[in-house]
Structure formats: C-alpha cells, structure tokens
C-alpha cells in the first residue's frame, strides 16, 4: 500500500522561502512519478509540477517557473518542494500525490501541508 | 489549454437520490485521462474514478464514471450521508494537468 507522509504545518512572512517534505513509502519507485499540486483556502485544486525520479528533470507548470524547485531523495524515499519569494497568494495546501507511470492520474495522496503567508 | 468546467457548482439531494455531476471540456480530451476525486471535509482527495469509467480500487459500484469527447459525468447512485463531499474532475494534456472547480455535494 502506498503511503505519503508530509512535514507538518508552516508560517511563513511574505518573501521567505517554504520547504515542505513528502516521505514515500510502500511501492516501487521506479514505477512511479510524485506530483505537487496546492489549495487555496476554499479553491479548487491546482497542479504544481512533477518529478519522474531521483536522476530525471522535473517539469514546473508555468505559474511557478523560477520560484519553485522539487528534488528527490533517493537514499531516504523522500520529495522535496521548495517555494521562494512567498507572497499572500501561495496560503495553501499544498498535496503531494502519486501517480502509476503514464496514468495520468493520482492514484495515493499525501495528507496536505498547511503553510501559511503571513506578515 | 483546455479548461474544464463542472457543473452545477452546488448540488443539493437527500439519501437514496441520484446525482449526476458534469464536466465539460474546452475542447475534445481523451477519455483515457480523465478521472474524477473525491474530497471530504478537512482531507485529501481520494482517486475514485480513471480512464473516464474505471472504478479506482475500493470504490463502491454506486459511483460510475461515463462520456467522451467534451462531456463527462459521474454519477452516484442512491446518494448516502457519507457522500458529502467536494468533487473534482482532472485531464492531463501535455502542458500539465487541469482541475475543474469543482462540484459541492450537499445531503439534506
């Protein structure tokens, strides 16, 4: 069974940078892509981006090139998000989910990371 | 890009009803990518239908998935409590991965 497990809740001051961890468990992983996506307090769903594997690129949508970064730690089955240059507007959260090789969708997802933008 | 809209934004019934949520694409979309999530209050979504119209594992045979081309629906059959929740219908195209806003499911 899968199983993801992310870093708890975060405030952050406008500016700052937010770093939100997704712990990996329960299947194997070269089968597997993780996807990071966010929820704004009572919006819909919007995807971040994705990371393959540990050695492959990841793909950011377009909204967050140049502010985000998503890594992989092979030796620990851990993914990581990072987030610069916060603002109100990235007051989410933020998901990390899985999703089988070419499935196009997310079949197991983590239990979601408040981080709060605040001055 | 396409744009996925559902409708209606608020859907209101009492246990044992039917409802039938929709989700409209921009444009035609390939039926293989398109899933529907569920969302109760304060949790994750859950993967609850794929490929338009296969049951995720663990979903129970009320909810069923259909259409093609523009127009998708899920329906649930014989509505319980349980069923209270946020719906999301997703597409992949090759920019990324597109929600709808979402369809809000009231049991009276």
């Known amino acids: 069974q899968v199983q993801l497990v992310q870093s708890g809740a975060e405030v952050k001051k406008p500016g700052a940078s937010v770093t939100v961890s997704c712990k990996a468990s329960?299947?194997?992983?070269?089968?597997?892509?993780i996807h990071w996506l966010r929820q704004a307090p009572g919006q819909g769903l919007e995807w971040m981006g994705i990371?393959?594997?540990?050695?492959?690129?990841?793909q950011y949508t377009q909204e967050f090139q140049g502010r985000v970064t998503m890594t992989w730690d092979a030796s620990t089955n851990t993914v990581y998000l990072h987030l610069s240059s916060l603002t109100s507007g990235d007051t989410a959260v933020y998901y990390c989910?899985?999703?089988?090789?070419?499935?196009?969708?997310?079949?197991?997802w983590g239990q979601g990371t408040l981080v709060t933008v605040s001055s | 890009e396409i744009v996925l809209t559902q409708s209606p934004g608020t859907l209101s019934l009492s246990p044992g009803e039917r409802a039938t949520l929709s989700c409209r694409a921009s444009?035609?979309?390939?039926?293989?990518?398109l899933a529907w999530y569920q969302q109760k209050p304060g949790q994750a979504p859950r993967l609850l239908i794929y490929?338009?119209?296969i049951r995720a594992t663990g979903v129970p045979d009320r909810f069923s998935g259909g259409g093609s081309g523009t127009d998708f629906t899920l329906t649930i059959s014989r509505l319980e409590p349980e069923d209270l929740a946020v719906y999301h219908c997703?597409?992949?195209?090759?920019?990324?991965?597109?929600f709808g806003q979402g369809t809000k499911l009231e049991i009276k």
């Open positions: 989910a899985s999703e089988k090789k070419e499935s196009y969708n997310f079949d197991f």
């Open positions: 329960g299947y194997t992983f070269s089968n597997y892509y």
């Open positions: 990371i393959r594997s540990s050695a492959g690129p990841s």
């Open positions: 444009q035609s979309v390939s039926s293989n990518s």
């Open positions: 490929g338009a119209s």
């Open positions: 997703q597409q992949y195209e090759l920019s990324g991965y597109i």
